[in-house]
């Protein structure tokens, strides 16, 4: 399975941004649809944003359409999410995940996951 390590989490004040990535490792990464979801505590993993093997088609949740941003650059086996005018309600770990599927909203269509980045929104 590809390993993958998300990084970019931290503490910022609601408004503003925060940029996340997504180190995959293996020749195949390319391969993957890519997804991120986030949890809060005490609640379910959710469907944030998802992304094409290309990155051509993309989906997001409809709390976070129009301010977050989803990419991913293949030859650096890299995904990204850029996310601006945060609420406290954005808070959470952050997860990245690969699937076969990028129109799959929902944690069990994808194979492989990070570890998490904490994401903490300040109001």
């Known amino acids: 399975q590809v390993q993958l390590v998300e990084s970019g989490g931290g503490l910022v004040q609601a408004g503003g941004s925060l940029r996340l990535s997504c180190a995959a490792s293996?020749?195949?990464?390319?391969?993957?649809?890519m997804g991120w979801f986030r949890q809060a505590p005490g609640k379910q993993r959710e469907f944030v944003a998802t992304?094409?093997?290309?990155?051509?088609?993309?989906l997001y949740a409809d709390s976070v359409k129009g301010r977050f941003a989803i990419s991913r650059d293949n030859a650096k086996n890299t995904l990204f999410l850029q996310m601006n005018s945060l609420k406290p309600e954005d808070s959470g770990v952050y997860y990245c995940?690969?699937?076969?599927?990028?129109?799959?909203?929902?944690?069990?269509?994808?194979?492989?996951w990070g570890r998490g980045t904490q994401v903490t929104v300040s109001s």
């Open positions: 293996g020749r195949t990464f390319s391969s993957y649809s």
């Open positions: 992304i094409s093997r290309t990155g051509v088609a993309t």
């Open positions: 995940a690969a699937g076969p599927d990028f129109s799959a909203r929902v944690e069990t269509a994808f194979d492989s």
